[in-house]
């Protein structure tokens, strides 16, 4: 894992977001008229091998993060306002790519589920 401080952490978790929002309406714009349509459901991002009281678990808490009933920490959708599941994927999906990028992290992965 890269070294990072908090100040990272934190460019990295705006980075993402800007892009996991972008990625979510350019869906809904491409797919479903720029509106919220499809399936219902939730979108998440996993971190698995960080500790939360390690310097970087206590830094991706102060983004939002939280320990996971999975193991690990999870990041629920704070990209996509609506309920298409489709939408918040692409959202995390992007928001993994970016954080992945930014801080070397080899093991966050994008969930979702149907409501």
């Not at 978790?13 to 399936?39: C, I, N, Q, T, V």
């Amino acid at each position: 894992m890269a070294d990072f401080d908090t100040v990272k952490v934190q460019m990295a978790h705006a980075r993402a977001l800007h892009e996991a929002r972008h990625a979510s309406h350019k869906f809904a714009h491409e797919h479903m008229g720029g509106r919220d349509g499809g399936p219902c459901g939730f979108a998440w991002v996993n971190i698995y091998g960080v500790r939360s009281n390690s310097k970087l678990g206590k830094a991706l808490a102060e983004v939002g993060f939280r320990k996971s009933y999975e193991g690990g920490l999870q990041l629920w959708n704070k990209w996509w306002p609506g309920q298409s599941v489709d939408a918040a994927e692409h959202g995390a999906t992007a928001y993994a790519a970016v954080m992945k990028e930014e801080l070397g992290l080899d093991s966050i992965y994008s969930g979702s589920r149907l409501d």
